[in-house]
């Protein structure tokens, strides 16, 4: 492994949330949503240069210089990146992408007051209520998330991809307040947007069937929802590395869906392959290795192999206790089903 040094310093453009399931308990409970892109740089500390606010050094830790795939990824990601935001916006994209949502909202807020046109600000807004979805503060990422759609509704077509992005994202908070009839709502203003700009097999696409998808698996449509992730994967499959985490976020929708199902030995094979490209790619503390090993530790369970299953059930809730606000809403979810496969053995 290597170690890499990084400053940062300011700018502005958009985000889309691709989002994965992380309702693991056995009778449906309101989810959250982690924003599933990649990391393959691991962040390491993070500290103001001589207490310059506007200047700070990341140290980046390679996982694997030599690794062919990672390799792959990490172009991906590069590209990814400097194609979607510049200057500070990069580091605060890349936090929310690593996780690390507290110190994202410390660079957007900084933007924020420093911000000189409408664009920017709905932006700033924009990153703002990714991270306060991220964080489970689900009334201030509406908030957020409808400021930056009041101006991009002013400044922008309303079939421009730019508001399918906010609908996007603002139906994700619907979907894990519980109030799914306007979270399908808002993913499907935001599918027929994409469908009408964008070619059949962008990931974008990808986007929306996945986030219908899980819409539907809350709603007890399972066939309709194995129907709008079956189409994401297919997407995915095609454009995306063989290792990239918006892969693994489908494989964990389509085993969440089979897991409803009570198809657990599907679950878990699907469960098993989300977990080993997130093991890959992602942080160590991740929140969305806590979905993984959360949802396999429930299918072991299901499948009579307790004492492992709670092995997997105790390392998402460290992580999970580690990696969020102490006062997110599902730290006790993961508890709930640490106690519920403990009552099994």
């Given at each position: 492994m290597s170690t890499a040094t990084t400053t940062a310093a300011a700018a502005a453009v958009a985000t889309t949330t691709s989002s994965d399931d992380t309702s693991i308990e056995r009778q449906q409970s309101p989810s959250a949503d982690v924003v599933q892109n990649f990391l393959v740089f691991r962040i390491g500390p993070m500290e103001q240069i001589n207490g310059n606010n506007r200047l700070w050094q990341v140290n980046l830790i390679l996982t694997d210089d030599n690794d062919p795939e990672i390799h792959t990824l990490t172009e991906y990601m590069r590209e990814e990146i400097y194609s979607e935001a510049q200057g500070w916006d990069r580091l605060g994209l890349l936090l929310i992408k690593s996780g690390k949502f507290d110190k994202a909202q410390e660079i957007y807020d900084i933007l924020l007051g420093e911000t000189t046109t409408d664009q920017e600000k709905a932006l700033m807004y924009h990153r703002l209520g990714v991270i306060k979805n991220s964080q489970g503060r689900y009334t201030d990422a509406i908030t957020y998330f409808q400021q930056s759609i009041e101006i991009k509704t002013k400044v922008l077509s309303p079939m421009d991809s730019d508001l399918a992005s906010s609908y996007d994202n603002i139906g994700l908070v619907y979907k894990n307040m519980g109030d799914y009839s306007n979270a399908l709502l808002f993913h499907q203003n935001a599918l027929e947007i994409r469908q009408k700009n964008l070619p059949s097999n962008h990931r974008d696409l990808a986007i929306s069937y996945n986030n219908?998808?899980?819409?539907?698996?809350?709603?007890?449509?399972?066939?309709?929802?194995?129907?709008?992730?079956?189409?994401?994967?297919?997407?995915?499959?095609?454009?995306?590395?063989?290792?990239?985490?918006?892969?693994?976020?489908?494989?964990?929708?389509?085993?969440?869906?089979?897991?409803?199902?009570?198809?657990?030995?599907?679950?878990?094979?699907?469960?098993?392959?989300?977990?080993?490209?997130?093991?890959?790619?992602?942080?160590?503390?991740?929140?969305?290795?806590?979905?993984?090993?959360?949802?396999?530790?429930?299918?072991?369970?299901?499948?009579?192999?307790?004492?492992?299953?709670?092995?997997?059930?105790?390392?998402?809730?460290?992580i999970v206790e580690d990696s969020l606000p102490a006062n997110h809403p599902h730290i006790q979810l993961y508890r709930d089903n640490l106690e519920y496969v403990k009552k099994k053995t």
């Open positions: 219908i998808g899980l819409v539907c698996n809350h709603m007890n449509d399972y066939s309709k929802a194995l129907s709008f992730h079956e189409k994401a994967l297919e997407i995915r499959q095609k454009i995306l590395p063989s290792n990239h985490p918006d892969l693994a976020s489908s494989y964990n929708n389509i085993g969440s869906v089979y897991e409803n199902m009570n198809d657990y030995s599907k679950a878990l094979s699907l469960h098993q392959k989300a977990l080993e490209i997130r093991e890959k790619t992602l942080p160590p503390n991740h929140p969305s290795l806590a979905v993984s090993f959360g949802h396999i530790g429930i299918a072991l369970s299901e499948t009579g192999d307790h004492s492992k299953a709670i092995l997997y059930c105790e390392r998402a809730l460290k």
